[in-house]
């Protein structure tokens, strides 16, 4: 039991702030993706990149019918988890047992999508690698890269982001309104000076100072932020003094390297030295983090004696934390960012490599931060492991991918570290939930491999990362793998007399007995294990699953009854403490048993109530499966226009998942008796309409309309009756939304263009145009382009 997974955003990241005009480069981008495959943008830090892809990427969105997926790369620093990262960032569920890149490349096989990878400079290999794999196995993904450095492949076009071009301050400044520099200090200065603008008084100093900045935006703003106690010629003479300091004297420019450099360092000595320190602090932290982990990784009571002889500060206390914090965001060295929890803060990647080198010239700091670190994210993830058989699983999920950077450092830190192994075992298997439940089951493998080979001692902790790593390895189709480390697990836990490990042990035992279809074996199993009940220390989740795959193995065997009777118990389990993971497999568990009884409503209501569930964590597999079922019922049940539109959906559902892995034999059975059956009452044409409409979903609209009554057949309206055709007409109202692609579409129908028109105007086919055509007037219940039209019409 596992694939779900919480819904996350990776589209393209949120401007807080304002965007200076670059359509010099804005335009190239959008012509070299157009043309090409492979972009990267290069050049040096804080020249903008990040930003400037997004908006290329935002400007061709349309172009990509799969969408724009953002991965970010900052807070990684293994090159294994490259590939995960991003099948994360685009949402893909990876349960096979081949290697995660190829993978990952099978499943975007047929899709058109723009994948913006940030921050490739410091793991190059591995974002070749990807690259290399995705150009040469797929041929609808595009990639957008941002790096210092190129890639180095040969199908790579670069694409140089230079500095923001600046004005001669001593030239004519009459027509510098629209120059990109002077425009970005003034936005940023009248943040934190309002009514501050550029004036003739003024706009020679600014250009002089941008270009002793050498138009570097993230030098740029460091100093503007300054405006807030100095003025514009205050500002340009400071800096001044620092650069010939750094030049032996002389007024000469320094290298752009080193008049960034300069500028962080200026920006450092402005703050005061609790802000120095945590600053240093927060640099271990990777990714977003929020204000309890800063206070926690930055507090202490005593400064060290090393900490003493280069600041004054003596100690730092949360509010202390919480001071330095709001001053680093005024001086704009944190950024702010909302999150699932509330406002979280992140360090630019050039500021917090900056922090970094700063912590490691105090000895022993580094790891003593990085020791806080990982102790509040075990302390975290232990006191999610332990609500997690409760009501707050949507919150623990959406908190845990916040933290997914910081969690993988803090593992990095107690594998890589001497003496700290045995902790990162322990992490690893705390999180046992996350990688199971929340669709993570190669990166689990990946940490928990690491780690048990890094213990090898008999302990407590090695028994529960023997049972959680055969999990995982069932979860990807590894059966025989996953059964030895989980007897493993068993005889160690035995050993070691933990009934706890023990029983969680035998449950990924019985598991994978249930996939390998030792149905009376696994029948056994369970019923001892459910009627010996929950022994102390196991987690409740687990027994839950044990009567679920106890059902299961009930259902396949026949034995409805029995199965809906251990189901109900079950249920009454997980309404009790108010979970949801669990109880959305009870559901479909029982859906199933009364379609083996022939109760088609009362395996209806079960099975929606399932797929709510299932779409609140996001269980992409739970929700195919339970589609299928859906589809039969309405087949079993004369709806058979339902029924075609949810086999489509569970189609398009199940696009880049292994079908064949997940469903059994008599499943598949099943779901082409239900398409027979459709199809021959609704005939060729009209089962064609109708599975296209499903074909067409989003997940979001596939459950809402499997989830609401639409089993009556959407009868056409014929040309003399009443409201034929009218925009607003129960015709015209089928409950079914059009995707934004589809919008686009019906928008250039409106407008009277053909399909081919439409096909050029959109970058498609013309026979992908034809088919979003098809899925309009099915969704809307027309028969031709006028009506299209005169609903856009109604709809503005």
Not at 423 to 447: D, I, K, M, S, V
Not at 485 to 510: C, F, K, S, T, W
Not at 680 to 706: H, K, N, Q, S, W
Not at 709 to 736: C, F, H, I, Q, Y
């Amino acid at each position: 039991m596992s694939g779900s997974a919480p819904r996350r955003d990776h589209q393209l990241p949120v401007e807080t702030t304002s965007f200076v005009d670059r359509r010099g480069d804005l335009a190239a981008g959008r012509e070299l993706l157009a043309r090409t495959r492979l972009v990267t943008l290069t050049g040096p830090g804080g020249v903008g990149k990040t930003r400037l892809a997004a908006r290329i990427a935002a400007g061709v969105r349309r172009t990509f019918p799969d969408g724009v997926r953002f991965v970010h790369l900052s807070g990684l620093d293994d090159p294994a988890l490259v590939p995960l990262a991003a099948a994360g960032a685009l949402d893909l569920h990876d349960h096979c047992a081949q290697p995660p890149l190829r993978a990952l490349v099978e499943q975007l096989r047929d899709r058109r999508l723009l994948l913006l990878v940030d921050n490739c400079e410091h793991l190059l290999p591995a974002c070749a690698e990807l690259a290399a794999a995705l150009l040469h196995g797929t041929t609808g993904v595009r990639i957008l890269a941002t790096s210092r450095h190129r890639l180095g492949l040969t199908e790579e076009h670069l694409l140089e982001v230079r500095p923001l071009p600046v004005p001669d301050p001593d030239g004519d400044l009459s027509s510098s309104e629209g120059c990109p520099a002077l425009a970005l200090f003034a936005d940023r200065a009248a943040a934190v000076v309002p009514g501050f603008r550029l004036t003739a008084a003024n706009r020679a100093a600014v250009a002089r100072l941008c270009r002793r900045l050498d138009g570097l935006p993230l030098a740029i703003e460091l100093a503007a932020v300054r405006m807030r106690v100095l003025d514009v010629d205050q500002l340009l003479d400071r800096l001044d003094d620092r650069y010939r300091l750094l030049t032996g004297g002389s007024p000469a420019a320094l290298p752009r390297h080193q008049t960034l450099r300069a500028a962080v360092d200026w920006s450092h000595e402005l703050c005061t030295a609790r802000e120095q320190l945590v600053w240093a602090r927060l640099s271990v932290l990777a990714g977003s983090f929020d204000l309890e982990t800063a206070e926690v990784v930055c507090a202490q009571e005593e400064a060290s004696p090393e900490e003493a002889s280069v600041t004054s500060v003596a100690a730092l206390r949360s509010d202390d934390v919480l001071d330095a914090v709001a001053g680093l965001v005024d001086k704009s060295v944190l950024s702010r960012e909302s999150g699932p929890d509330g406002t979280r803060y992140r360090l630019l990647d050039t500021l917090r490599h900056y922090g970094l080198d700063r912590l490691r010239r105090l000895r022993g700091e580094e790891p003593a931060a990085r020791r806080r670190q990982r102790d509040w994210m075990l302390r975290r993830a232990t006191a999610y492991e332990r609500a997690w058989f409760g009501p707050g699983q949507r919150e623990i999920v959406a908190r845990l991918r916040a933290d997914q950077d910081n969690l993988r450092a803090a593992l990095d830190f107690g594998l890589t570290t001497p003496g700290e192994r045995l902790t990162g075992l322990r992490l690893a298997g705390t999180l046992w939930f996350y990688w199971h439940a929340c669709g993570a089951p190669r990166e689990g493998r990946h940490w928990l491999d690491r780690a048990l080979a890094a213990n090898p001692e008999p302990t407590r902790e090695r028994a529960r990362g023997l049972w959680i790593a055969g999990l995982l390895a069932a979860a990807t189709h590894n059966l025989t793998a996953g059964l030895a480390l989980a007897r493993d697990a068993h005889a160690l836990a035995r050993d070691l007399d933990d009934e706890a490990e023990a029983a969680h042990a035998e449950y990924v035992i019985g598991v994978i007995t249930l996939f390998m279809d030792d149905l009376p074996t696994a029948l056994k199993h369970f019923e001892a294990s459910v009627v010996r009940g929950p022994v102390p220390g196991q987690h409740l989740s687990l027994y839950g699953l044990d009567q679920v795959e106890l059902a299961c193995a009930l259902g396949f065997l026949g034995e409805a009854d029995r199965a809906v009777e251990v189901c109900e118990r079950a249920r009454r389990m997980c309404e009790l403490h108010g979970e949801e993971w669990v109880h959305s497999y009870v559901l479909r568990m029982l859906a199933l048993a009364h379609t083996v009884r022939g109760d088609w409503h009362r395996a209806e209501r079960h099975a929606r109530h399932a797929l709510r569930l299932k779409l609140a964590v996001h269980d992409v597999i739970g929700i195919a499966l339970t589609l299928d079922l859906l589809a039969r019922v309405a087949a079993e049940t004369g709806a058979h226009e339902r029924a075609a539109v949810l086999l489509g959906a569970a189609d398009h559902t199940w696009a880049g998942i292994d079908r064949d892995r997940w469903a059994s034999a008599a499943l598949k059975s099943t779901r082409r008796d239900s398409e027979t059956r459709a199809r021959e009452e609704l005939g060729p044409p009209g089962f064609r309409r109708a599975y296209e409409r499903g074909l067409g979903l989003d997940l979001a609209e596939t459950v809402d309309y499997a989830v609401h009554d639409r089993s009556r057949p959407l009868r056409p309206t014929g040309p003399g009756e009443p409201n034929a055709g009218r925009p607003g007409s129960p015709r015209a109202t089928t409950g079914l939304r059009l995707t934004r692609r589809e919008s686009e579409v019906a928008e250039l129908v409106a407008q009277g263009l053909a399909n081919q028109q439409i096909a050029d105007r959109l970058v498609i086919a013309r026979r992908t145009a034809e088919g979003h055509v098809e899925r309009i007037l099915g969704k809307l219940g027309f028969s031709n382009r006028s009506q299209i039209a005169a609903w856009v019409a109604a709809q503005r």
